[in-house]
T-cell receptor, first 113, second 114 residues
Framework: DTGVSQDPRHKITKRGQNVTFRCDPISEHNRLYWYRQTLGQGPEFLTY????????KSRLLSDRFSAERPKGSFSTLEIQRTEQGDSAMYLC???????????FGPGTRLTVL | SQQGEEDPQALSIQEGENATMNCSYK?????LQWYRQNSGRGLVHLIL?????REKHSGRLRVTLDTSKKSSSLLITASRAADTASYFCATDSISSGSARQLTFGSGTQLTVLP
């Protein structure tokens, strides 16, 4: 257990539905990252927060995706109008500073039917 | 995009043997990290080696870094069945923003047979 928690651990949804995932980072970490991992591949960067500010978004993050970190603590990732190609493991990580190790949560596995 | 590429993609060894995994990357880095992932789980950080370091040890792990060849290796000595997992190398890159996003390879699946 790294101290980063994610909820839910598994989500099955039908195509076209909206889903929201939550990440609780290690409490003193002000940096929070979202990654996506498909089967047999390494994680790919999606977006990054420093405190409540979303400072960077990957080209992978289409306009159907939105992430928030309203109070600089937990973060949510919402996917609207899900597509089958969105099926993946969504991983959250946090770190104390830019140079520190990123600690990953257990991930949320999304299956879009 | 995946910067790092691990080699081999899959490795199967007997318990007690050593396992060596290699990683190659394309651009200049600040550091390189190795992570382990058990099936269906999150990633566990193993070791970080900075660009000005050549070798680092942690328990049964030994990591080397050759920045001239843009490659790294992870050696697990005296392997155990519990070491069975996927191993990923990750490099950090300074993108257009201020993020130190990690760029992962596609991983090596290690199986340690009892």
């Amino acid at each position: 257990d790294t101290g980063v928690s994610q909820d839910p651990r598994h989500k099955i949804t039908k195509r076209g539905q909206n889903v929201t995932f939550r990440c609780d980072p290690i409490s003193e970490h002000n940096r929070l990252y979202w990654y996506r991992q498909t089967l047999g591949q390494g994680p790919e960067f999606l977006t990054y927060f420093q405190n409540e500010a979303q400072l960077e978004k990957s080209r992978l993050l289409s306009d159907r995706f939105s992430a928030e970190r309203p109070k600089g603590s937990f973060s949510t990732l919402e996917i609207q109008r899900t597509e089958q190609g969105d099926s993946a493991m969504y991983l959250c990580a946090s770190s104390f500073t830019q140079k520190d190790t990123q600690y990953f949560g257990p991930g949320t596995r999304l299956t879009v039917l | 995009s995946q910067q790092g590429e691990e080699d081999p993609q899959a490795l199967s060894i007997q318990e007690g043997e050593n396992a060596t995994m290699n990683c190659s990357y394309k651009t200049s880095i600040n550091n390189l990290q190795w992570y382990r992932q058990n099936s269906g789980r999150g990633l566990v950080h193993l070791i970080l080696i900075r660009s000005n370091e050549r070798e680092k040890h942690s328990g049964r792990l030994r990591v080397t870094l050759d920045t001239s060849k843009k490659s790294s290796s992870l050696l697990i000595t005296a392997s155990r069945a519990a070491d069975t997992a996927s191993y990923f190398c990750a490099t950090d890159s300074i993108s257009s923003g201020s993020a130190r996003q990690l760029t992962f390879g596609s991983g090596t699946q290690l199986t340690v047979l009892p």
